[in-house]
């Protein structure tokens, strides 16, 4: 008869579990020393270590893809740099094109003489004139009469005055006093100057309105709608014992203007000079201290200069010893 099955209880089954759990010895354990083996039997078993994590092996295919990108980057970049260097030598090529341009016009201003080119202009007009006179007279007309058509008669009162005007100019050119050349002078002064009428008006209206708002002036409207300032103290109006104009003070462009004005009149006087020394044969270097000291120097030269000739020369070669 055979044995009676037993019966799974709880504690064997937590035998059961417990060695299955001991570690299982190796043949490598077994020839250890007894030594080992004891102290491997007294101690009690421990549990084993969890297991280390085992890593993920990378697949190939997703491997490749990061050098993939890399190489693509690249080629962007060098795509890049290639774009901006062309850029860079099409700005060079053009601005190469403009300085070239500029530089055979610049070259083109400085060949060409403007005094040649303003006596050409004239010419071809006087030309232009005796043709259409010519033209003008073969028809049987008065040329002066067609010509006048193109004008104005204050245009023509205004070239007639002018023509006047550097007639006697011409006549009066010669040096005659210096009231005479100081007048021309004033003139010609007067003649350049640009009056501001802005600035005027705008300080006009203010003098009005305060001699209005201390009440020495009136204004007073007439029939016609015009407004008349009347002086009721007179001291609005200048007289000759007004001081007024001495608190007047010229703005800083009107300062500049004079100062420009004065560097251009030194300007003119030293170039005058400089033409009149150069009529003289005084374009030279300087060596007298008046006109009389400058006669004797010229006596000197005429008489001893071809046997200081060396003598200058070497001085001014340094080579005098």
Same mark, same amino acid.
């Given at each position: ?120 202009? @004239? ?10 006179? !010519? ?6 007309? +008065? ?55 802005? @600035? ?5 209206? !203010? ?25 009721? +103290? ?39 000079? @400089? ?6 044969? +005084? ?33 001014? @070669?340094?080579?005098?010893?």
């Amino acid at each position: 008869m055979p044995a009676a099955k037993k019966r799974k209880t709880a504690k064997a089954a937590k035998v059961t579990a417990e060695a299955e759990d001991a570690p299982i010895l190796t043949t490598e354990t077994a020839e250890q020393s007894p030594t080992n083996n004891k102290t491997a039997q007294e101690q009690p078993t421990e549990k084993p270590s969890e297991p280390a994590p085992v890593e993920e092996t990378t697949v190939p295919e997703k491997a490749a893809e990061p050098a993939a990108n890399p190489v693509s980057n690249a080629a962007d970049k060098a795509k890049e740099r290639l774009a901006r260097f062309r850029a860079l030598q099409a700005r060079a090529k053009t601005s190469s094109d403009q300085n070239l341009a500029e530089a055979t016009k610049e070259s083109q201003r400085l060949a060409t003489d403007p005094s040649a080119l303003v006596a050409l202009n @004239r010419r071809r007009d006087i030309a232009t004139h005796k043709l259409l006179k !010519a033209e003008t007279e073969e028809a049987g007309e +008065d040329f002066e009469r067609k010509r006048a058509w193109d004008w104005t008669a204050e245009e023509s009162e205004r070239w007639d005055k002018r023509m006047k005007k550097k007639a006697a100019h011409r006549d009066n050119n010669a040096f005659q006093d210096y009231r005479q050349e100081s007048n021309k002078v004033y003139k010609r002064q007067l003649r350049d100057i640009a009056p501001d009428l802005e @600035r005027y008006e705008k300080d006009k209206m !203010a003098a009005i309105e305060k001699a209005a708002a201390s009440g020495g002036l009136d204004i007073i409207e007439t029939e016609d709608g015009e407004l008349i300032a009347v002086d009721k +103290d007179g001291s609005f109006y200048s007289t000759a014992d007004s001081t007024s104009f001495a608190e007047n003070k010229p703005d800083k462009a009107a300062v500049d203007r004079l100062v420009g004005d004065l560097k251009k009149a030194e300007e003119a006087r030293l170039r005058k000079r @400089r033409e009149r020394m150069a009529q003289n044969g +005084d374009e030279g270097d300087v060596t007298y201290i008046n006109e009389k000291n400058k006669q004797f120097n010229q006596k000197l030269a005429r008489f001893y200069n071809k046997y200081t000739a060396e003598i200058r020369d070497s001085f001014e @070669r340094g080579t005098m010893i």
